[in-house]
């Protein structure tokens, strides 16, 4: 296959979210076709009030949420991939889930400030819960931030996390199923104030990674040979790992623990461009995530219908086997080019 | 005189690996630093890089002392090429050369100026990798690699360029071409070239002037023909050597003696 040039994906990846958007917008418990759909997105045709009412206050929030989420997680991924060097990382690697699990839990269970916060009870506590684990991560860690240390403060954070998070589980009998709920992910009720949290954190978060694009692209070649080439390693991978964090605890916080996206998806964009180049990896992950996680979020909604079953459930049995194929067809062909 | 150290010495804990070190090195000089193994010439020559810091002593770049350079200004003088190939990595040979260029960056935009993209030209046909620059890295044999992490080096433009056996993996035509490249790019740009070098001959072929360590300390420096000598090497390698002029370049090669079958 030729190489496609780099930018067209880019527009390739754009359409391809803007019909993904429209479907998810179009199917639901009351089905509205696309070009309705879009006649009332862009106000070319006038519709009923409810059917306007479902796509604007309904619909298009949770689908924004969801493409954000998408787009937050698949950022982080390819980010954490890169600078941790390690194919398996994903967001989730350095404790920030589990950690914001235990805040969301904490936030579920005890019901605290639930009345001053309101609807923001739970995205705030899962994620000061985020935060206070990737803090504990940096400070074990602390010296240097070598890849190894790394990795390992957050399996210790992680693993304490785990214990907190199943201490409490086993603690409240009458919550699990709302527990059950948002450890797996749900875009269910998410409204335009969840869209205006995450937006700002996403673009901007997202704009300086990309920023950083040209050094993430010569950590591939390794610490040392980086230093040589001038890059100031140590407080260039602290920025970038921040900031990835932030996006993550946040993505986290809206829609609960959606598994799958941050792994597979760099993974995923990089078979797909056939390059590693950052420039184009960064935002080229935040759109498949978008995509991927639109259109899981749509079959949530219609597989079983009226029930909603969690979004991560579709993640994984979908993301899972694409993945498979596809690095096996890559490995394939890698061995049978070598030999 | 490009770069300076006085009297710098260097331990881990309690060991000491290189013992009041000094000299000078003039620009567009090509020196070596032989040295059996564990001599520390590996060590010093990262000192001089700036990745190692010393524990007594000073190294002056330019005349400042190198510690007080930014990395990125310390990277548009030095260049650093070791023995390990580049990774096995995602990347084009063309992506990877035009890494050398990060030190040149102004603003903070992950684009390359139009001066960057021609200074990768020019060094991308020097090193005869022009042909390979869509190829991926995993593609690429080792000699090939080695071409294409040289030309990464001089992408940086460096005044200064840091060799530690560079061609150790290499056969001997590689070896060669190797050097040839590197003494015609540095006749070219007047580079300032120190290399590591485990081969004694390929270092008296090459180098001006070639520094002797043992055990972290200077045995004795010089004009290569006056260092390769029949004691100096007997008395650092503990090896007794045969000592010959090679019959056209008119400079000391050795010759070993290995057992009689």
């Known amino acids: 296959m030729k190489r496609i040039g780099d930018m067209w994906w880019g527009v390739f990846f754009f359409l391809t979210l803007f019909l993904t958007m429209s479907i998810a917008l179009s199917v639901g418990s009351t089905s509205i076709s696309v070009q309705e759909v879009w006649g009332t997105l862009f106000g070319l045709v006038k519709t009923d009030p409810a059917t306007s009412a479902i796509i604007w206050k309904i619909r298009f929030p949770r689908v924004c949420v969801a493409a954000l989420v998408g787009g937050s997680l698949a950022l982080a991924g390819a980010i954490y991939q890169s600078l941790l060097r390690n194919p398996l990382a994903d967001p989730y690697i350095l404790g920030i889930s589990s950690g914001s699990a235990v805040g969301a839990v904490i936030a579920i269970t005890s019901g605290w400030g639930v009345l001053l916060l309101q609807g923001w009870q739970i995205p705030i506590f899962s994620f000061l819960g985020a935060v206070l684990a990737l803090a504990c991560v940096l400070l074990l860690t602390r010296s240097r931030l070598q890849v190894q240390s790394l990795l390992l403060s957050g399996v210790v954070v992680n693993a304490f996390f785990a214990a907190i998070l199943t201490f409490l589980l086993s603690m409240s009998q009458t919550e699990l199923a709302r527990i059950q709920f948002w450890l797996m992910g749900s875009f269910t009720l998410r409204d335009w104030d969840h869209v205006l949290f995450l937006l700002p954190v996403s673009f901007v978060g997202g704009f300086l990674l990309w920023l950083g694009s040209r050094e993430l692209n010569i950590f591939l070649l390794g610490t040392l040979p980086a230093t040589h080439l001038g890059v100031s390693v140590y407080r260039t991978r602290i920025i970038l790992l921040v900031i990835a964090s932030l996006i993550t605890s946040i993505a986290v916080s809206v829609s609960g623990m959606i598994g799958f996206v941050g792994l597979v998806i760099p993974h995923f964009v990089r078979i797909l461009i056939k390059t590693s180049d950052h420039r184009y990896l960064i935002p080229y992950s935040f759109l498949v995530g978008a995509i991927f996680l639109v259109g899981s979020d749509a079959l949530t909604r219609v597989l079983f219908e009226p029930r909603e079953i969690p979004v991560g459930v579709i993640t994984a049995c979908f993301g899972a086997p694409v993945f498979a194929i596809l690095l096996h067809k890559t490995t394939q062909k890698m061995t049978g080019e070598s030999s | ?261």
């Open chain 2, 1 to 261: 005189m490009i770069l300076s150290a006085e009297g710098i010495s260097k331990w881990y804990d309690t060991k000491p690996i290189l013992q009041n070190i000094n000299f000078q090195i003039h620009s567009n000089e090509w020196v070596s630093i032989l040295g059996p193994n564990g001599s520390g010439k590996s060590t010093l020559l990262s000192c001089i890089a700036g990745s190692t810091k010393i524990n007594d002593g000073q190294i002056c770049l330019k005349g400042k002392r190198i510690e007080k350079y930014p990395v990125k200004e310390r990277a548009k003088i030095i260049a650093y090429l070791t023995q390990e190939a580049l990774p096995d990595m995602p990347n084009t040979v063309e992506e990877i050369v035009r890494m050398g260029r990060y030190p040149y960056k102004k603003l903070n935009l992950p684009w390359y100026q139009k001066e960057d993209l021609e200074i990768v030209e020019e060094v991308l046909s020097f090193t005869d990798t022009a042909l390979l620059r869509k190829r991926q890295m995993s593609e690429l044999s080792g000699g090939e690699r080695q071409r294409v992490a040289i030309a990464l080096a001089l992408a940086q433009e460096p005044e200064i360029l840091l060799l530690d056996e560079p061609t150790t993996y290499l056969d001997i035509y590689y070896q060669l071409t190797f050097f040839d490249l590197l003494r015609k790019w540095q006749q070219k740009k007047q580079t300032t070239i120190i290399s590591v070098l485990h081969d004694i001959n390929l270092a008296s072929l090459y180098s001006d002037r070639c520094f002797l360590l043992k055990e972290g300390k200077m045995v004795d420096m010089g004009i290569t023909s006056e260092i390769v000598t029949f004691d100096n090497i007997k008395k650092t390698f503990e090896v007794e050597p045969i000592l010959m002029d090679h019959p056209y370049q008119r400079v000391p090669q050795i010759l070993l003696k290995g057992e009689k079958k």
